[in-house]
């Protein structure tokens, strides 16, 4: 149980195309997502905290109007990196959990993204 | 959000039983203690999670002090398929956000 499907896994785009990466918890109900970037050889950072039906809250440094987030269903979020450019190469991780109880998150398998 | 503090890197052995070691001295009342394991390009995997005492699953073993300042996941019998970044993370529990803050966590190397 508590499997999150991520997709694409793998995407490649020239500069200043914007991206769409799509977050679906398959066996549960996701009241909140979070969405992670991570550098190789890095830890995840964290980027946006979403809970269902409401806006999104971005970390420090990073962007709302270039990392758009939509949350509008229980088991959807997405994430669209606007007018992509080279440096937001990188691997981005969703994850989802339920608000009920003591429930930990669980990830989905990333999407790599390379701007060209 | 506690602070943690893991070992870098590890080797073990095939069939080895490796413990890894987690500081979290600031940890609060209501923090749980959760381990994540992670393969490259892929994303974090559940593997337990803890408040206090012992907790055993198929996979893993999650040692907690009373004092909670630490915790110790024991990963009985290593195979090379182990071989993965082990994150300990500490949030607290319950309604909300309930918001990760990930370390650099610990490299496990597993040798034939």
Redesign the interface.
Known sequence: G?V?S?HPSWVICKSGTSVKIECRSLDFQAT?M?W?RQFPKQ????MA?S?EGSKA?YEQGVEKDKFLINHASLTLSTLTVTSAHPEDSS?Y???G?T??G?Q???????T?LSIL | LAKTTQPISMDSYEGQEVNITCSHNNIATNDYITWYQQFPSQGPRFIIQGYKTKVTNEVASLFIPADRKSSTLSLPRVSLSDTAVYYCLVAPEGAGSYQLTFGKGTKLSVIP
Not at chain 1, 104 to 110: C, L, S, V
């Open positions: 508590a999150v991520q909140t979070f992670y830890s995840l950072m964290l905290t809970n809250t691997f991780i969703c994850s959990r608000g009920s003591n930990p998150q669980h990830f989905g398998d990333g790599r």
